[in-house]
């Protein structure tokens, strides 16, 4: 994969010889980095997170020849940290005393541990030194030391040297484990005071002595797969100030400079739609002013199309933008885009090039993560059916480790640590942990409506069995792949509904052992459900004494109550004719959820600690306002509740204007024109954003990467343009196909799994420990690695913020892919 990248994108090549070695010193910008040509030390602008703890973005980092090699630099309490592990709060950073110095304060409350780094550039390197307030507490010593993890895919192969002793980076963990039961890995070296890391490699070699402690190497793969190399220091008994002295060389290649990139769609154009690559350009690279589109004839040759002068599109984060039009050329073909020595991969130019960008989605990604099922794919088996076991209810009063809470009062029939029958069915693992989140499954449920009635999904190519728990890709059984989808969501967020009577958070693992499990999703639990009389290993019938059945989260929530009502809702249409029983099943408890919430207080958020934007109820009940009005064709107790919800549709315009305008049919000629100045507002406030980058869309500078984000901005787009063709047009829309199929930053990779030319093949999803992919998928991608470095690593699949497949993300892409296709169909 590695190589296929390096061909295809020239995404860091050096320019010039390896052997000029000797790179520039390093100075502190005003952004509090370290900086020099081809080399960015990050200090702790990146935090630990506050629920998933050690994300690998966080502490010191290095950035050497284009690429994020190191991460985590810190005082850690482990040698090798596993996700979950105690992690540093961060106090704050300012500039050291010394000339080009960074400090930062951190601390570990619990323990009574707290300390400054302070990161000093020196030489061609850096001085890394930690200062404990005080000694280490007795019960830390021998085990606080200074981490810093160093990639594992970039140093694959290759050599170390511990002192002068040889070592060779493992491609597979393999070893050496403590042999006390602890699991703890020993380290691969051990016992100098210098270390090299690939030492044949100038792209990837870094040196670091230390002046206190030794230096140990550990490969933390063999704890937990996504972990990294990690060399550390322990920190000395009774140290305080200098407790810990490294110097830091990473190699710079003198003038290196990153080649371009030529971001494209990859699944290529239709004739009559805009056609623009995007160039990003490492500010010192001497760009050319022109770029060629060139034609490949049946013999494999190059033949000149077009000629033209690329445009400045100016500056964001690190990089320098040019634009190269190719709109004019409309001729059917396979083209290629020749930009400063280097020809990209092939695209298409044809009528068809959209006709197969969301098949997959639907037909192999969903199905894969059908819960309570079990899924094969001609030969392949991606899951026996799994979860026949759910669910006992969570316990009261806990925050679990991935952000479900529950309060004291669990709202619900059953005691903590009770099963909970009739929850075994339907539903999608929320992502490649397993998980049913109720609100993304509802959200999986409306999107499919949403395409199938306003631009068709007419396909088959699943067999679904809900009754024999059997599915099978790629074998049409005559009912549309979309109708056998919406059923299998429908049947889980019923199932709550007949239980609790409300929607619940969800459910998910108990534990942290189980919640790591990769692989198939029908060997994470034993299927039988948990019986407290039986031993852990016996087994009894259909139960066992195995504590392996999945937690039920059950708090009552207004949010989540809503946006099911609008998902049951819109599936009452979907299935009016397959199943009239479960349409009408559906619509009635749509009707009684959203009844429930028009009295009192509504009140926010969706029982997850790390959601990025607590759920509005408000909102949500516009949603499920909209979705009843529809399904009733206008009927007027929501007809007249909607007309009350106005202000709520105007001060929340951004996130339910594509909800709002869908209900234009059904409403009065005075509704639209309510929406007219909600529509111009965010017209206008959408243009002021989208001039601060120069892709066309908004790319998120949060924690996660943004594709959801982009894709959904680009259905809410085009939404509006039907309504309201006069104010808004199909450029949004066509921006944010272009993006999540590879005009984005970083690379010019489709985050789509397998749709275009050259596509994400390293993704986190169940199947992550294997470097492989679920094809349909759409990752996060791009993530903006604070202050200015944007990322979207290609052969390293741990980083869920930039490579976790989602279903809620995967769906919005389904309805955003049919606006696309919708929209260039309009560009004649």
């Known amino acids: 994969m590695k190589r296929i990248v390096s061909a295809l994108l020239a995404s860091a090549t050096i320019m010039v010889s390896p052997i000029a070695t000797h790179g520039q010193a390093l100075t502190v910008t005003p952004a509090q980095t370290l900086e020099a040509q081809g080399i960015t030390v990050i200090v702790d602008q990146n935090q630990f997170s506050p629920i998933f703890f050690d994300e690998k973005n966080a502490g010191i980092q290095i950035v050497l020849h284009g690429e994020r090699i190191a991460t985590d630099g810190a005082v850690r309490l482990d040698a090798t940290p596993e996700q979950w592990a105690p992690v540093p709060a961060f106090l704050g950073r300012t500039m050291g005393t010394s000339p080009n110095q960074v400090l930062v304060r951190s601390e570990y409350k619990d323990v009574n541990l707290s300390y400054s780094v302070k990161v000093t550039a020196e030489g061609e390197g850096f001085r890394i030194a930690v200062d404990l307030d005080k000694p280490l507490p007795p019960g830390l010593a021998g085990k606080a030391g200074f981490n810093l993890d160093f990639l594992p895919t970039a140093y694959f192969g290759k050599t170390f040297m511990m002192g002068q002793a040889p070592g060779l980076f493992p491609r597979h963990p393999t070893g050496p484990m403590a042999k006390d039961g602890s699991g703890d890995p020993l380290p691969l070296a051990e016992g100098a005071n210098a270390i090299t890391l690939s030492p044949e490699d100038p792209m990837t070699r870094v040196s670091i002595t230390s002046d206190t402690a030794p230096l140990k190497l550990y490969d933390a793969r063999n704890r937990a797969q996504n972990g990294w190399f990690v060399v550390r220091s322990l920190i000395p008994a009774g140290a305080k100030e200098n407790a810990i002295v490294w110097h830091v060389r990473p190699n710079v290649v003198k003038g290196w400079v990153r080649q371009p990139v030529v971001s494209f769609n990859q699944a290529g154009y239709t004739p009559g739609r805009p056609k623009v690559a995007l160039i990003e350009l490492d500010p010192n690279f001497k760009a050319p002013a022109e770029a060629e589109l060139v034609k490949l004839s049946p013999d494999g040759s190059q033949v000149p199309v077009l000629r033209a002068r690329t445009q400045s599109r100016g500056r964001w984060m690190r990089y320098n933008y040019a634009s190269f039009d190719f709109s004019s050329v409309r001729e059917p073909g396979i083209y290629a885009i020749s930009y400063a020595g280097q020809t990209t991969n092939p695209f298409r ?91 993304q499954n509802a959200s999986v449920v409306r999107d499919l409506v949403w395409a199938r009635e306003l631009f068709g999904l007419d396909w088959d190519e699943t067999s679904v069995d809900e009754k024999a728990r059997a599915v099978e890709i790629r074998k049409p059984d005559g009912i549309e792949d979309s109708i056998q989808q919406i059923r299998h969501g429908t049947l889980q967020l019923l199932a709550q509904y007949k239980v609790f009577g409300h929607a619940i958070v969800g459910i998910i693992d108990p534990t942290l052992r189980q919640y790591a499990h990769l692989g198939d999703a029908g060997s994470q639990t034993d299927g039988l459900v948990y019986d407290a009389s039986l031993q852990p290993t016996e087994r009894k019938g259909a139960a066992s004494g195995a504590q392996d059945d999945r937690w039920a989260f059950t708090t009552d929530l207004p949010a989540n109550n809503l946006i099911v009502a609008a998902a049951l809702a819109g599936s009452s249409r979907a299935l009016s004719d397959s199943d009239p029983a479960m349409a009408g099943e559906a619509l009635a408890a749509a009707k009684a959820l959203w009844a429930k919430q028009q009295t009192g207080d509504i009140k926010p958020g969706d029982g997850r600690d790390d959601s990025s934007s607590p759920r509005s109820a408000q909102v949500a009940n516009v949603a499920a306002t909209v979705e009843l009005l529809i399904t009733t064709k206008g009927e007027k107790v929501y007809a007249d509740r909607l007309r009350q919800l106005l202000p709520v549709i105007q001060q929340s315009f951004d996130w339910i204007g594509d909800a709002a305008v869908r209900a234009i049919p059904f409403m009065d000629a005075g509704y639209r024109k309510q929406l007219v100045p909600s529509v111009r507002k965010m017209k206008a406030k959408v243009d002021a954003d989208l001039a601060k980058n120069p892709f066309g869309v908004p790319i998120s500078e949060g924690s996660w990467a943004g594709s959801n984000q982009v894709v959904s901005f680009g259905t809410t787009m085009y939404l509006l343009h039907e309504q309201f063709p006069e104010i808004v047009g199909t450029d949004y829309t066509l921006a944010a196909i272009d993006y999540v199929l590879g005009r984005h930053p970083a690379n010019n990779l489709s985050l789509v799994s397998t749709v275009g030319t050259a596509s994400k093949l390293i993704g986190y999803g169940h ?34 913020f930039e490579n976790e497949y989602t279903v809620s993300t995967t769906s919005a892409y389904i309805l955003a892919a049919r606006a696309a296709m919708a929209a260039a169909a309009e560009a004649k």
């Open 349 to 439: 130019i044809s009528a068809d090039a959209y006709d197969r960008i969301w098949q997959t989605s639907l037909d192999t990604f969903l199905a894969e993560q059908m819960d309570h099922v079990g899924i094969r794919e001609q030969y392949r088996v991606w899951s026996s059916p799994s979860h026949l076991d759910d669910a006992r209810q969570a316990p009261p009063n806990i925050v679990h480790f991935d952000g479900y809470k529950m309060g004291a009062d669990l709202d619900s029939p059953f005691k903590a640590g009770e099963h909970i029958p009739g929850l075994a069915v339907g539903g999608w693992q929320d992502a490649g942990d397993y998980d049913i989140q109720t609100p």
């Open 767 to 800: 199947n992550r420990a294997d470097y492989s992919f679920i094809p349909g998928g759409l990752v996060p991608g791009v993530l903006v690695v604070k202050p200015d470095f944007p990322e979207a690593k290609t052969d390293w699949p741990f980083l869920w």
